[in-house]
């Protein structure tokens, strides 16, 4: 079974810190993606990356930056953290044949920035 | 007219009920069509596709009619673990990226 990790399942941040999310994946996919998920507004992509050194721009990029230096490792990184970052943020990865169709989650990190 | 609309539920039935559910899109250019069930506090998981011709699975079954633009799930005899929320998810077509329906709860009781 596709196995994609994410480091914390709850993280508290303080408002203006830098926070990164962690995510990795072991089937060698190439595809990995960046959701946050909030109440009454369902998913909604971040960024998302093809291949490693690339990143593209989803729906709400705004306020975060990516890094992808390893084929399995997909970060997601809050600059400076502000409270309506609050959120569960889910980390997905896909292989290539499958891109956009089967996407494997992780399950998740519940961030709260107070 | 938001990109994927849902009716939010919860839909409340009883074990053994049929239950349906419906989801509209607004792009008619959109291609491939999922349906994603997420229990509570859990991540996503993919359930099933929805193609053309339909698509049935045990209990499931999908169906799309592009002419009006939506999908629906139909589930037979609900058991008690079919609770969860079921999101309906679709793709613009080419290399582009899902964009996922808010969600419909399912309760199923005793």
């Known amino acids: 079974d596709v196995k994609v990790t994410q480091s914390s399942r709850y993280l508290v941040k303080r408002t203006g810190e830098k926070v990164f999310l962690e995510c990795v994946q072991d089937?060698?996919?190439?595809?990995m993606f960046w959701y946050r998920q909030d109440p009454g507004l369902g998913l909604r992509l971040i960024y998302f990356?093809?291949?490693?050194?690339?990143?593209e721009k989803g729906d709400i990029p705004e306020g975060y930056s990516v890094s992808r230096e390893k084929k399995e490792r997909f970060s997601l990184i809050l600059e400076s953290a502000s409270t309506n970052q609050t959120s569960m943020y889910l980390c997905?990865?896909?292989?290539?044949?499958?891109?956009?169709?089967?996407?494997?989650f992780g399950s998740g990190t519940q961030l709260s920035v107070l | 007219r938001k990109e994927v609309e849902q009716d939010p539920g919860p839909f409340n039935v009883p074990e053994g009920a049929t239950v349906a559910f419906n989801c509209t899109y607004s792009?008619?250019?959109?291609?491939?069509f999922f349906w994603y069930r997420q229990d509570c506090r859990k991540e996503p998981k993919l359930l099933m596709s929805?193609?053309?011709s339909g698509n049935e699975d045990g209990r499931f079954t999908a169906q799309l009619n592009r002419a009006s633009q939506y999908i629906s799930l139909l589930i037979r005899d609900s058991k008690l673990s079919d609770s969860a929320t079921y999101l309906c998810?679709?793709?613009?077509?080419?290399?582009?990226?899902?964009?996922f329906g808010k969600g419909t709860m399912l309760l199923v009781s005793p």
């Open positions: 997905a990865s896909s292989s290539m044949d499958r891109a956009f169709e089967k996407l494997f």
């Open positions: 089937m060698d996919h190439e595809n």
């Open positions: 990356s093809y291949d490693v050194k690339m990143k």
């Open positions: 792009n008619s250019a959109s291609q491939s």
């Open positions: 929805v193609y053309s």
């Open positions: 998810v679709v793709n613009k077509g080419g290399y582009s990226t899902l964009t």
